[in-house]
Nanobody
C-alpha cells in the first residue's frame, strides 16, 4: 500500500503558475504508476496527467497539454505537477493517485486527500 499527501495548491491569477507536490510513503514507490486527477464543483472527476513507473512516459489530458508537466523523483518519493498558464477552468480539487498498473479518470488504487487550486480571472 501507499499513502499520498498533496501540497502546493492555492489561489492564483489566470496566467500564473503553481507546482503541486505529492509525497508518497510506503514500500516500493517506483512500482506504482502515478497521476493527477481533478474534480471541479458540479463536474465529473477528470484525468489530468499520468506518469509511468520509470518516469519515462507521460500522458496528459488535451486540456492541459503544453501547460502542465508531470514528473516524479524516486529518491524523494515525490510526484510533481508543474502548472503554468493557469486558466479559471483549471479550478478544481487536485488529487494525487497511484496504481500498480495505470491511473485513469475512473481507476486508481490509492488517493491523496486533495489540494484546492483556484484560478481567478
Amino acid at each position: 500500500q501507499v499513502q499520498l499527501v498533496e501540497s502546493g495548491g492555492g489561489l492564483v491569477q489566470a496566467g500564473g503558475s503553481l507546482r503541486l507536490s505529492c509525497a508518497a510513503s510506503g514500500r516500493t514507490f517506483s512500482s506504482y504508476a502515478m497521476g493527477w486527477l481533478r474534480q471541479a464543483p458540479g463536474k465529473e472527476r477528470e484525468f489530468v496527467a499520468a506518469i509511468s513507473r520509470s518516469g519515462g512516459s507521460t500522458y496528459y489530458a488535451d486540456s492541459v497539454k503544453g501547460r502542465f508537466t508531470i514528473s516524479r523523483d524516486g529518491a524523494k518519493n515525490t510526484l510533481y505537477l508543474q502548472m503554468n498558464s493557469l486558466k479559471p477552468e483549471d479550478t478544481a480539487v487536485y488529487y494525487c493517485a497511484a496504481d500498480g498498473v495505470v491511473v485513469t479518470s475512473t481507476h486508481a488504487g490509492y488517493w491523496g486527500q486533495g489540494t484546492q487550486v483556484t484560478v481567478s480571472s
